[in-house]
């Protein structure tokens, strides 16, 4: 066990972990964040995704010793403009079906937005490789971050 120093959603936590205990694990069974969720736990499904200095990651995968200092945002607390405009085209496009993909969803999107403001369908698959939605909410998925983009050019 070792105690390690987090910021999460701007707010400061100390928890004392095993430092191979996955970040995911933390949020959830340490901080009470349930938002993040366990699909796979070999980072192939992506509902565990968050965003750690602003990049989109992997949770479950992702040891608390790797994660420890930096800053971590979850669906929790995932703001901005393009967060804005990813939930708000969700709804547009009623692209939760079942629901349980969509936090990792969100995550993955926010952050694609963020780095390709303007994103093709090559773009898109790329940045949403590895988020699996049993549902297949695929195509509704492209419709939200395709008119996301579009709400943030104005």
């Not at 736990?41 to 602003?54: E, F, N, P, S």
């Not at 393009?82 to 692209?95: G, L």
Request: proline share 4%; hydrophobic share 40%; charged share 20%.
């Amino acid at each position: 066990m070792a105690k390690f120093a987090l910021t999460v959603n701007g707010k400061s936590h100390e928890v004392d972990v095993d430092p191979d205990m996955p970040l995911l694990w933390v949020l959830r069974d340490e901080l009470g964040m349930t938002g993040t969720k366990f699909g796979c736990g070999i980072a192939q499904c992506g509902a565990c995704t968050v965003h750690l200095d602003g990049q989109a990651q992997r949770s479950c995968v992702t040891p608390i010793e790797a994660a420890a200092g930096g800053e971590i945002v979850t669906i929790e607390s995932v703001a901005g403009a393009e967060a804005k405009a990813i939930q708000d085209a969700w709804v547009k496009h009623d692209v939760p079906q079942c629901g349980y993909c969509q936090s990792g969803q969100i995550m993955s999107a926010v952050a694609l937005l963020r780095e390709v403001p303007d994103p093709s369908d090559s773009d898109i698959d790329d940045g949403m490789t590895g988020n699996i939605c049993r549902c297949a909410t695929y195509v509704r998925i492209r419709k939200a971050i395709k008119t996301a983009a579009a709400t943030l050019k104005g």
